[in-house]
C-alpha cells in the first residue's frame, strides 16, 4: 500500500465514512472495495455492505492526517498509535451493533472503546 492509498481524495467529500472502531476516514467505494485497514480481521467490511452501514458513520467531526502514526503525540491521544497512515476523525457517532462488540472482545480480544466521547478509557 503506498503512502497515498489512505488519503481522501478531492471532491469525494459527500461519500466519506468514518469506521466506528478506530475512526479512519474513507470513502464508501473504498470501505466497499478494500474494507477497514485497521479493523478489517474482524469487521469484515469488504464487499458486506450491510457491515459498513452498521459499522461505519458519516457523521464525524474534525479530521486528523496521520503520516507516522508511530512517533505522533496526537495519534497517542487520539488512541490512533499503531494504525496506518491516513485520515481519521476526531470523533465518529453512532454505535457499533451489539453482536459486533462481542464478536470483538471475545473473538478478537479487543476493548471497544466508542469514538464519540461517551467513554473514556478509563471506563
Given amino acids: 500500500m503506498s503512502v497515498s492509498d489512505n488519503f481522501v481524495p478531492t471532491g469525494q467529500h459527500r461519500n466519506l465514512r468514518a469506521c466506528m472502531v478506530c475512526s479512519i476516514v474513507q470513502t464508501q467505494n473504498k470501505f466497499i472495495s478494500r474494507g477497514c485497514p485497521n479493523c478489517e480481521a ?11 452501514m452498521d459499522c461505519t458513520s458519516q457523521v464525524f467531526e474534525g479530521l486528523i492526517t496521520l503520516s507516522d502514526p508511530t512517533k505522533s503525540w496526537v495519534a497517542k491521544w487520539q488512541r490512533l498509535d499503531g494504525y496506518v497512515r491516513g485520515v481519521y476523525a476526531t470523533k465518529v457517532s453512532g454505535q457499533l451493533p451489539d453482536e459486533v462488540v462481542i464478536a470483538m472482545e471475545e473473538g478478537a480480544g479487543l476493548r471497544y472503546i466508542p469514538r464519540d466521547g461517551s467513554a473514556t478509557e478509563a471506563d
Avoid at 467490511?45 to 459498513?52: C, P
Fill in 42 to 52: 474482524f469487521l469484515s467490511l469488504r464487499g458486506n455492505m450491510d457491515a459498513i
